[in-house]
């Protein structure tokens, strides 16, 4: 799979390569114009291949490439920002791997829409895709829409609820109890909606973001599951499910992702979330 294009092709005739496993990041720490090839190169290395499908900005947030390797922190456990990240010098360090061959295809992660708008306008390669966190609860109407208008195809990370959320949050010394406690896998009406179609509840709420028009990667590290999260493709979601899984949408309640998950992350200038969408 590693190194090929492959495609799901979308309802309306739109094909979207599957991303998650050709897909790679800019980590934070290589927010800079410089970390752009390091950093590919790095994972190219690691994974022995000459190009990668598609490559993403990971977040519009860096952080200082102090130690080359995990996140750097201070003795309060706050984490090192570079408050000089510059989206456009970074975008621009993209396109070079484009024109180099280490990515066929690039794009963002965790953007919010000002800043795929400004990335957009200066680009002479435009990002092919964003991924976010949506699902059930965390829809993402708005910056759906703004995305498709731009032409650039949608993933959803977090599919699932993103259940572990809370013991990585805790592993990463942020504060669990400022997140909303959710158990989307266990929802009554997703409940309702699997059993009626014979199907898992992380069945359904996966076909539900493909009936959107968004990629899923769903992640397991049990084999069975990941066989389950793929049987997606035989069953379909007729209007009336589709309608009540949309009314779950919580809005902005709905995000699990935080400045917890990397405490101080927050205090960067280029941090997203605190823009509607
Ligand atoms: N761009 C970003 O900033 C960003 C952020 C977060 C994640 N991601 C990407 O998105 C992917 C998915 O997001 P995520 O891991 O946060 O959340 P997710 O896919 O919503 O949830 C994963 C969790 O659900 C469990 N799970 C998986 N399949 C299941 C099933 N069929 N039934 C019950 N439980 C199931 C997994 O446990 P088991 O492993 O035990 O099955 C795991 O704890 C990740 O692999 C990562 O690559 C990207």
Redesign the pocket.
């Known amino acids: 799979m590693v190194g090929t294009l492959q495609h799901i092709t979308f309802y309306n005739g739109q094909k979207m390569p599957i991303v998650?496993l050709g897909t790679w990041?800019l980590p934070l720490i290589g927010m800079r114009h410089s970390g752009v090839e390091k950093y590919l190169k790095k994972s190219l290395s690691g994974l022995q291949v000459d190009y990668v499908d598609l490559y993403?900005v990971?977040?519009p947030i860096g952080f200082q490439d102090v130690d080359d390797g995990g996140y750097p922190k201070d003795k309060d456990g706050q984490v090192l920002l570079d408050m000089t990240t510059d989206h456009i010098s970074i975008w621009k360090g993209m396109e070079a791997q484009v024109d180099a061959g280490r990515a066929r295809s690039i794009g963002l992660?965790?953007f919010n829409a000002r800043q795929i708008k400004r990335v957009w306008q200066s680009a002479r390669i435009k990002p092919a895709n964003l991924?976010?966190?949506m699902?059930a609860y965390f829809q993402q109407r708005e910056l759906r829409a703004f995305c498709r208008a731009l032409d650039i195809t949608v993933c959803a990370?977090?599919?699932?609820?993103?259940?572990?959320?809370y013991s990585f949050v805790e592993k990463q010394g942020g504060d669990v109890s400022k997140l909303p406690r959710y158990d989307l896998?266990g929802d009554p009406v997703v409940k309702r909606i699997a059993q009626k179609h014979g199907k898992?509840?992380?069945?359904v709420l996966i076909r539900f973001l493909m009936q959107l028009e968004v990629a899923v990667?769903?992640?397991?590290?049990?084999p069975t599951?990941?066989e389950?999260?793929f049987a997606v493709f035989d069953f379909e979601l007729p209007p009336e499910d589709m309608e009540a899984l949309e009314a779950l949408d919580k809005g902005r309640k709905g995000r699990l992702?935080s400045e917890h998950s990397q405490p101080g992350s927050g205090r960067h200038p280029e941090w997203p979330w605190f823009e509607p969408y």
């Open positions: 998650g990041q993403l990971h977040n992660s965790n991924q976010v966190e699902h990370w977090g599919p699932l609820g993103t259940p572990q959320i896998l898992t509840t992380a069945q990667i769903p992640k397991s590290s049990n599951r990941v389950e999260n992702g």
